[in-house]
């Protein structure tokens, strides 16, 4: 990774752009690259080959992590440090993509020595901010911390809800709809049982392109 991201910044300096390095540890990196009076932040970072799904085309990117595997990832991310972004970032997908009790869930597959709601508590534990913390993320709309705080609490309380009401031998996995998306698990529901159970396992960093 630490190679990589040297060759980039090598690249980027080339093509007339500064590169200033914010942070260089084993497995992250993170630089300011600036030119003409604009800026953006680029990470490199080092992650384990085990996935839920194969990485996506991306027209900018070129290829991407799943939505799943990200949503996955920063679940696990928060569990360890959870900055006030990931807090954002953590209700925006419980609303609008898969709920944090499926994540939690599912995160115990890619690190098998916590349980989904050690994940929640550990979530849980590192959310004190203050507004100075706020004011440095850029919303699309404002938004108060006594609402995001309400609105994590009831997250935290669904998501605990539905992991101990999950079967105990599925830890691990995304529950896939019939069109193979991932969902969320209505254990209570006859639908239930015809979801898929989809584990992930060692599928490689990054795709093999041929002529």
């Known amino acids: 990774m630490a190679e990589n991201a040297a060759a980039d910044a090598d690249v ?17 990196h993170r630089a300011l690259i600036e030119r003409h009076g604009q ?4 990470e490199w970072v080092y992650d384990s ?8 085309p991306d027209p900018v ?42 994540l939690a869930w599912a995160a115990t597959g ?4 916590l349980s989904p709601l050690l994940i929640l508590n ?17 919303l699309r709309e404002p938004v108060s911390l006594s609402v995001l705080k309400v609105a994590w609490l009831e997250m935290l309380r669904s998501a605990r809800d539905l992991v101990t009401r999950l079967p105990a031998a599925e830890v691990g996995c995304l529950y896939l709809d019939p069109r193979g998306q991932p969902t969320t698990p209505a254990p209570e529901q006859p639908s239930f049982a015809t979801l898929v159970r989809h584990f992930g396992h060692l599928k490689g960093s990054w795709p093999r392109v041929a002529e």
């Open 12 to 28: 980027l300096a080339a093509a007339g752009f500064t590169v200033v390095w914010q942070n260089r540890t084993e497995g992250f």
């Open 122 to 138: 550990e979530l849980n534990r590192h959310t004190r901010y203050q507004p100075e913390d706020l004011a440095e993320v850029r």
């Open 61 to 102: 990117l070129g290829y991407r992590l799943h939505d799943a595997d990200l949503a996955v990832n920063k679940v696990l991310a928060g569990a360890g440090r959870l900055a006030i972004r990931d807090y954002i970032d953590l209700i925006h997908l419980h609303r609008t993509y898969l709920h944090l009790g499926a």
């Open 110 to 113: 890619k690190d098998p020595g």
């Open 49 to 56: 080959a085990f996935r839920f799904f194969p990485v996506v």
């Open 39 to 42: 800026s953006v932040k680029i």
